[in-house]
């Protein structure tokens, strides 16, 4: 069965940090593009991050500076380190995985064939 979960999410203060582990089971990670996205209530849910299978990674806008992902193929893991934290970052954290090719990823959603089940990140003080 192909599975991804997500772990590492949780309530942080304001300027704090957060480190997301994705990891897959029932098949390997390294020939798929990864990304992040996430889902505050009330909006639609958006690209956060996303790193394909050659390393090429992207970051929303909102998020440069502060966010970096990562993968480590022997582990079947990607991560999203998440640094100075804010309010508006909280939201539920899903990774999602698609067959692109290997110096493609996007933060469009439609694009990607297998989800976790989401981790929750609560930024407040």
């Known amino acids: 069965q192909l599975q991804l979960v997500e772990s590492g999410g949780g309530l942080v203060q304001p300027g704090g940090s957060l480190r997301l582990s994705c990891r897959a089971s029932?098949?390997?990670?390294?020939?798929?593009?990864i990304g992040w996205f996430r889902q505050a209530p009330g909006k639609e849910r958006e690209g956060v991050s996303c790193?394909?299978?050659?390393?090429?990674?992207k970051y929303a806008d909102s998020v440069k500076g502060r966010f970096t992902i990562s993968r480590d193929n022997a582990q079947n893991t990607v991560y999203l380190q998440m640094n100075s934290l804010k309010p508006e970052d909280t939201a539920v954290y899903y990774c999602a995985a698609a067959s692109l090719d290997g110096w493609v990823c996007s933060q469009d959603t439609y694009k990607y064939n297998y989800w976790g089940q989401g981790t929750q990140v609560t930024v407040s003080s």
């Open positions: 029932g098949f390997t990670l390294d020939s798929y593009a």
């Open positions: 790193i394909s299978s050659l390393r090429i990674r």
